[in-house]
């Protein structure tokens, strides 16, 4: 991975310029933004940069051997930590401060990416501390945060911050069209529902992303004058959807949380369809006019409740809680305010979904 291949992150790729050019290197970065738009790629380019025999400018120079180990997989001073399951735990720690004990193996630097580092425990935050307060030589580190205010202060002020921004639906469309086979109004849809992250939208352009989105807009029009028995009915089908979803790294089919993504968006469009701000940004564009149809017969207190009420299911679903039960609560409470049976409002488009 070069630098020159990372889209847009300019403000990035000027500080690492500095850091080479001065050939002073921070022992601790902390790598802020969404996932998917660049954050793993600029440490493996930068890991490429100061273990090169011959960099150029910025990028390593692709063919000395520490730079086809590394664009290879096979780099042994590039180390990735993730989370055992929703938590990065003390033990993985110091399994990582043993390995840091022996110098690095290319005899250069050894990078150490921790992802998600905003959820490691209590206790090996401060195992962790301990570590940036004594780092050994020759190892940078590298921790990749969404939420780094989660993280603890001390160790936020023991690291370089860089910030990587959200990618624009240009780039994200441009880069599209080039890696797949994708039209360019597919790409724009994806683009926008990707919410700026390039990962996220290759990810779906893999997969069923595409097929399964109008049904699941479809859902939601046809809750819109059903029953609750109904809503039960849709909640039990809708909780069958795969539960990782395309948010999740390797996964290619898309499921619960990409169907949860879509309504959130629905109900975010109606939102500002409602109070005329529509021509702002609509992440599901081409159903505009649908969208504008359907809000004329909805308040903007219904419309917000419901775009909490979807908010909500998405984080009782990250605790682990019965997909069934979420879903019924989510969708009959969907279902009263969206003016279905028993609700009270009218049925906007119930008649184009059924």
């Known amino acids: 991975m070069f630098f020159s291949q990372i889209i847009g992150q300019e ?5 690492f310029e500095s850091v080479v050019r001065r050939k002073r290197v921070p022992h601790a970065y902390l790598f802020t933004g969404i996932a998917g738009i660049g954050k793993t790629s600029a440490a493996k380019a930068f890991t490429m940069t100061l273990n090169c025999d011959t960099p150029s400018g910025l990028d390593g120079c692709g063919v000395c051997p520490s730079c086809r180990k590394i664009l290879n997989g096979n780099f042994p001073d590039f180390i990735t ?7 990065i735990k003390i033990e993985q720690i110091r399994a990582l401060n043993r390995s ?3 110098a690095p193996f290319s005899g250069g630097y050894r990078v150490v990416v921790i992802h998600k580092a905003e959820v490691m425990t209590v206790e090996a935050a401060n195992s962790f501390l301990k570590t940036l307060e004594e780092p050994p030589p020759g190892n940078i580190f590298v921790l990749n945060a969404a939420e780094p205010r989660d993280l603890l202060p001390t160790i936020v002020s023991r690291c370089q911050r860089v910030s990587f921004r959200p990618l624009k639906i240009e780039e994200i469309v441009a880069q599209l069209t080039k890696e ?4 360019v109004p597919s790409a724009q849809i994806l683009a926008r529902a990707a919410d700026g992250s390039l990962g996220l939208a290759l990810r779906m352009s893999g997969s069923d992303y595409l097929e399964r989105r109008k049904g699941w807009i479809g859902k939601i029009f046809r809750l819109y004058g059903c029953s609750g028995a109904e809503a039960l009915n849709m909640a ?8 990782a979803g395309l948010d999740q790294p390797g996964s290619v089919k898309a499921g619960l949380f990409d169907m949860l993504s879509v309504w959130a968006s629905f109900y975010r469009d109606l939102l500002l369809v409602r109070t005329d701000t529509a021509d702002r940004f609509l992440i599901n564009e081409d ?4 969208l504008k149809k359907a809000a004329s017969g909805l308040s903007f207190q219904s419309l917000l409740e419901s775009f909490q009420t979807v908010d909500r299911a998405v984080r009782d679903l990250h605790r682990m809680r019965n997909p069934t039960l979420v879903l019924e609560n989510a969708l009959l409470n969907l279902q009263k305010m969206g003016g279905g049976q028993g609700g009270h409002g009218r049925a906007p488009l119930t008649d184009e979904w059924s």
Do not use: C, I, M, N
């Open 81 to 87: 930590l993730e989370p055992d399951g929703q938590k």
């Open 100 to 102: 840091l004990g022996y």
């Open 236 to 243: 039990v089908e809708s909780a069958k959807e795969d539960r």
């Open 287 to 290: 159903f505009r006019d649908q």
């Open 11 to 15: 403000k990035a790729k000027h500080l």
């Open 180 to 183: 797949t086979q994708l039209d």
